[in-house]
């Protein structure tokens, strides 16, 4: 028997009938210390052990809420995962309004700031780049061409110049069409573009008078375009109107700004069982603290809240809200539906081999990174985030597609927490956080902060650091997705394609 004292588990909530083990558990190991329960047989980093008998079709609790219903009756140090532990999601659910009880409010957010780019309307951003966005894919090289001349043309003069290809644009309909439509004006608008070319090809369905016509135009002022089949040397004109948008941002300096100003987009992916007790709850710290401050939090994933939904709904600060975020997660049940497949589709298998069983139990973890932020708004794809407090932003799981959504809601600064690593990256400056200390050690070149030291030295110290690091970062500080070039953008494809 090895590691006698050290503590090897974790019980989230005194309700809970399981623990999550903090490390690897040999057989025969006590949880808890030196005496009390011990395995009974050995047990993965992230892995839950029933703490008390389970009887099968009893409900296992996990952060003081049920995450499934067990299939087998389980022993005490029992392991407790797929293989007698299953959903108990439906497709169905109603909800309850309750009007969040009237309290104090909430306290001041601390007065760090960070140094970012005062845009005209009075957003700002926390990069000074040229942002090429093609209206379909035909034109997505000739983008990529352009920012990859123009980038090593105007090195130093503006943060970067970056082309976001992507497949769609055309042979689409109706909503599916307006999804992307809806998503690159988005993009065209955010802060973090002191410029913007929209490149198009011509014939395709996304035209570029369309796209156009639903930006604000007040918001037209920093963007370009060019329809490559009205020209005959398209590379050279996409160039010329690259050198007259950074001509016209180059200057922009940084200034001094307050939290409020800070736009949070909060995403996991590729979670384990220690996402929910580490690096979720941490993010939920920096949530709590921007909002505090007057800024704003976005949270997507729709079909990662299910099982858990309850618990944002009940911080929408009025029936509209409350409503409104009903409709959503019953449309996202309905899509499931539509398709033949279970709303409980999910864990993904890395997440089930690094501990999490059910959605519940994933999503009892996620909604942790929205903190106790209360819920002012509810806004589909492709919609941007107006108000102070936490948003609820349509969008699936797929971390590519909902990091993009975030980013087009706004988000200037992305905490991205995962317990398996991932190097994508994405239009705005996106911070990797690691559930676990082994994955920090092992992928160094994908993580930008540790969580798993909460587990030594607590949530504050980590919060004090990881808020040091955001705010580095929204200053300028490269995360490590955009020292590797690892800038994507994915559409939600949604529909037919003709």
């Not at 100003?261 to 941490?282: F, I, M």
Request: hydrophobic residues 45%.
């Amino acid at each position: 028997m090895t590691g006698v004292g050290k503590i090897h588990a974790i019980r989230v909530h005194d309700a809970d009938n399981v623990a999550t083990a903090i490390a690897d558990i040999g057989a025969g190991e006590a949880l808890f210390g030196d005496s009390g329960l011990r395995a009974s047989v050995a047990v993965e980093r992230g892995h839950k052990i029933a703490l008390a008998p389970i009887a099968r079709g009893v409900a296992v609790v996990k952060y003081g809420f049920p995450i499934g219903t067990a299939t087998a009756d389980i022993a005490p140090g029992e392991h407790v995962h797929s293989h007698n532990l299953t959903t108990a999601l439906g497709g169905g659910g109603d909800y309850l309004y309750a009007p969040p009880p009237a309290g104090a409010a909430p306290a001041a957010g601390p007065s760090r700031t960070f140094s970012g780019y005062l845009r005209a309307d009075g957003r700002v951003g926390t990069r000074n780049e040229i942002w090429i966005l093609p209206t379909v894919g035909c034109v997505g090289n000739l983008a990529a061409r352009v920012a990859r001349i123009a980038g090593e043309r105007h090195a130093g003069r503006v943060d970067g110049v970056h082309a976001f290809k992507h497949p769609f644009g055309c042979s689409q309909l109706g909503d599916d069409l307006g999804h992307t439509r809806a998503l690159l004006a988005a993009l065209a608008q955010h802060p973090n573009a002191g410029g913007v070319l929209i490149v198009g090809l011509g014939c395709e369905s996304n035209q570029l008078g369309a796209l156009l016509d639903s930006i604000p135009a007040e918001r037209r002022a920093h963007i370009r375009t060019l329809s490559a089949q009205a020209v005959e040397d398209d590379e050279a004109v996409c160039l010329a109107l690259v050198d007259e948008l950074v001509a016209e941002c180059a200057d922009t300096p940084r200034t001094d700004m307050p939290l409020a100003k800070l736009v949070l987009g909060v995403k996991c992916g590729g979670s384990d069982g220690l996402s929910g007790l580490t690096a979720n709850p941490l993010v939920g710290r920096m949530a709590d603290t921007i909002a505090a401050a007057g800024g704003k939090v976005v949270l997507t994933e729709i079909p990662e809240i299910f099982g858990a939904e309850q618990l944002l709904m009940d911080r929408a600060v009025s029936r509209t809200v409350f409503n409104e975020a009903v409709a959503l997660v019953r449309d996202f049940k309905q899509y499931f539906i539509r398709h033949g497949e279970p709303v409980s589709e999910n864990p993904s298998p890395g997440n089930i081999a690094g501990g999490i069983t059910t959605l519940e139990e994933k999503s009892l973890g996620a909604v942790q990174k929205g903190g106790q932020v209360s819920l002012v708004d509810v806004r589909r794809y492709g919609g941007e985030a107006m108000l102070p407090g936490l948003t609820l932003l349509e969008a699936p799981g797929n971390d590519a597609v909902s990091s993009t959504a975030l980013t087009a809601a706004g988000a200037t600064v992305i905490l991205f927490t995962t317990g398996r690593g991932t190097p994508l990256g994405f239009p705005a400056p996106t911070l990797k956080i690691a559930s676990n200390s082994a994955l920090a050690g092992r992928k160094p070149g994908w993580i930008d902060f540790d969580a798993g030291q909460v587990l030594d030295a607590g949530f504050d110290q980590a919060a004090d650091a990881l808020l040091d690091l955001v705010a580095a970062t929204a200053s300028g500080a490269p995360t490590k997705a955009e020292a590797n070039a690892e800038r994507d953008i994915a559409i939600w494809k949604s529909g037919v394609t003709l």
